[in-house]
C-alpha cells in the first residue's frame, strides 16, 4: 500500500496543501501520514530570560495542529496518522521517511519571512528523499510547483518544475 | 609513679575545636586590623582635620579622587587621603601645615587641582594645638581624554552589534568590557590618557541587588511555570468569550498583561503563545489577531510592578522606588493605556474578530482542555501562596528598608525547602546568561560614566530642557520611547538611569522621582514598535513561525507602532496628572 507522509506547520496557508494529499492520498487509496517537525534552535538567540523549557509545550501544540489536520482527513474519509518530532528538520524528516517507509512525501513551499531560501530548501528536501527513494511533491496553494521523481539505479534524477491543478 | 586519669575525648575535641576557632578569630582580626590615622595619633598629640567634597560641573560627588597635601619640595605628602562615594574627603596631620603646604587633587577624566592653603587656614592652626577647616564644595573640571573616546566607541559599538544582533547580547557586552580593561591596562602604557576604569572600580559599578532579584525571581517563576497555570488562564478566557473574538482577544490581553506584571513579559509569552495559537487556529481566527495584541499587552503591562519588567527592576533598584510606589504611580496609567490598546486593537483586526466563529468540533475542545490543564495543582497553591507572600513581603520591606531581592530570595527559598524539587534543574532553570548580561552591561555603562559621556549627555539635555519638568518628563517619555522602538530597552534604560538621576537633580521637581517613570514607561512601551524591539516579540515570532504562523517586520509594525505612539502619549498624560508637572 502506497505510504504517503506530508510534513506541515498547520498554519493558515498549510490546509490547502494539506488537502492536496488528503485528496492523493484518495486517489491512491494510499495511507496518509502528518508529520510535524517542531525545533527550538530560535531561543538559542533570544535574550530573554531563558526561565522555561517550551519544548513540550511546542509538541502538544504540534499534536493540536496535526489533530486538526487529521480532523480534514477524517471529514474525506481518511483515517491520517500523525507524528511529532522535535530537532533539525531534514533529519526528522528522512528519519521518519525511512521509519514508516513513505514513498510519497507531500510538503509545502518554503514559508515566507523566515529567511530559507527557495533554493536551499529545495536542496534540504531533495537530500532528505534522496536515499529513500520516496517521490516529493511540492505543493503552493494546493497546487504542485515542484516534482521530484525517485532515483533509479540505472536513470538519472528526474526533477521537474510544474504548475497543475491538483 | 601516678596514674595520669584518661582523657575525655570529647572534651579534647570540643576544647580543640574551641581553641582553633580563638585561634582563627585572632589571626583574622590580626590580618583585618587596620590602625586609623587618628588611631595612630598618640594621647595628647595634635590633630589637624582639613575636609571637603568634591563636585564635577553637575555638582555630582566625585569618588575615588585622590587627595594629598605636600609641602614645596618634599617628595612624601603630609597626609593623603581618598574621596568617598558622596565626594567627601579629609586629610588627617600631626602637625600644623606648613606655609608651602598645597593640596594637591588627582582623578582619572578631570583636571587635576593644585590649591595652595591660604593663610586663613593656617592662622587657625598655628593659633591653637588642633583644629579642623572644611574647604566645602571644589568643583573639577572634566577632561576629555583618549580614553573618553575610546569608551564612548566601545559603548556604541555594544549597542549597535546587540541592535543588530550580531553577538548574543551577553556576548557583545562582555566584549565591551574585555575592550574597556584592554585599552585600560595596554593603553596606559603608552598614555595615562587611555585609562577608562580598573577592575576594581568597575565592580563597583554592578548593582547585586538586580542580580539577586532577578535570580531569586527566576527560580520562582520556573516553580510556578510547571504548573500549567497560563495555558488554563488563557483556556478559560476562550471559555468566557465563547467563542467571540473581540472578547477573546481583550481578555487574553488582560491575562497577558497581569501575568507580565507579577513574572516577568518574555516567559509570559513564552507559555501563553503555543495555546493561544491552538485557540486561534482552532476557532478559524487568523491567530496574529490573537497573539500581537497579547505581546503588546505584555510589554505595557508589567510597567505597573517593579519585576513586571528587567527595565523596572534597574530603574527600582538605582532610585530606590519600591513594589507599592510603581503600583500606586503607574497602575492606573497602564490599565489606561490597556484599555485604549484594546480599543485600538478591536479596530486594527475588526475583520478577523467580529466574523462568525466556525466553532471548535468535540474532538479539538477535548484535546485544547487536555493541553490547558492544570498539572500540578498541589503546586500551584503552595507555590501560589508563597508568592503572595513574596508581593506582601515587598510591600513590609518597604517600611523597614528592606530590599525586594531579599523578600525574594527568601520566597525561592520557601518554595525550594517545600515543594522539593530538583535543585540541579532549578539552578538550571536560572537564566546565567541574562545574569552576566547584566554584570557586563553594568560596568560598561560604568565605563562611558567614568568618563564623563553620561554627563555630556545630561548636560546636553539640560540645555534643551531648562527647568522645564513637562518638558523634560516628554523627552523622556518620547525620547526614551523612540530610541527603544529599534534599540534594545535594557542597556537602554542602563544607560539612561545616571542621566535620569543627573536631570532628577537639576530640575525642579525632580525629587518626586517622576522622570524615573517616565523612563519605565518609554522605555517599556517603545519594544511595540517593531519586531526587534523587545526579546518577547522576537521569541513569540519564533513560535508563531514554527506553527507556519509568521509574524512579518511589517505586519507587527503595522499594529505596534500607532500602539506605541497611543500608549506613549496616554502614560506621559497620566504622568502629568498624577505628578501634577504643570
Known sequence: ?166 | MINKPPLNNKKTTWRSRFSLVLLLIAIGTAVTYQPSQAAQTEPGQALFLISGQLVDNLDQPIPAAEIKLQAGGADQPLAEAESQENGSWSLKLTEPPPETAVLHIERAHFQTLEIPLDDAILDIFHDSESGTYNIGLLAMERRITIGFWAATLIFLGVLLVIALEKLHSTTAALAGLSLVMIVTFIGQAFSPDWYILDFERALTYINWEVIFLVMAMMIVVAIIEETGVFQWLAFQAYRLSRGRGWLLVLILMLVTAVASALLDNFTTMLLMTPISLQIGIALGINPLALIIPEVLASNVGGISTLIGTPTNILIGAYADIGFTDFLVNQTIGILIALAVMGGYILYHYRQELFKNSSGISPVLYTRLEENARIEEPAVLWKSGLVFTLTLVGFVLGERYHVVPAVPAIIGATTLLIWLKPDIHHMIKAVDWTTLVFFMALFMVVGAVQEVGLISIIAQTLSGIIGQSMPLAVFVIVFGVGTLSVAIANIPLAASMLPVVALLSGSIPGGSSKVLYYALSMGAAMGGNGFLVGGEANLVTAGITAQAGSPISFKEFMKVGLPVTYLTLLVGYIWLAIRFAIF
Request: charged share 20%; with cysteine.
Open chain 1, 1 to 166: 500500500m502506497t505510504m504517503i507522509l506530508c510534513p506541515t506547520r498547520g498554519g493558515q496557508s498549510s490546509i490547502p496543501n494539506q488537502q492536496w494529499a488528503i485528496s492523493l492520498a484518495k486517489e491512491r487509496n494510499a495511507s496518509l501520514t502528518f508529520l510535524y517537525i517542531s525545533n527550538v534552535r530560535f531561543l538559542e538567540r533570544a535574550s530573554g530570560p531563558m526561565i522555561v523549557d517550551i519544548s513540550d509545550k511546542l509538541d502538544e501544540m504540534g499534536e493540536f495542529l496535526l489533530a486538526m489536520a487529521q480532523d480534514r482527513a477524517a471529514q474525506a474519509g481518511i483515517a491520517a496518522e500523525t507524528i511529532v518530532r522535535q530537532g533539525d528538520f531534514q533529519e526528522a524528516l528522512t528519519a521518519v521517511i525511512q521509519e514508516i517507509g513513505a514513498d510519497t512525501v507531500v510538503i509545502g513551499q518554503a514559508a515566507r519571512g523566515t529567511g530559507v531560501t527557495t533554493e536551499s530548501y529545495m536542496s534540504i528536501l531533495a537530500d532528505a528523499v534522496k536515499n529513500t527513494g520516496a517521490e516529493l511533491f511540492v505543493v503552493d496553494e494546493g497546487q504542485v510547483v515542484h516534482l521530484h521523481s525517485p532515483v533509479s539505479k540505472t536513470q538519472p534524477e528526474e526533477t521537474n518544475e510544474v504548475r497543475h491543478e491538483s
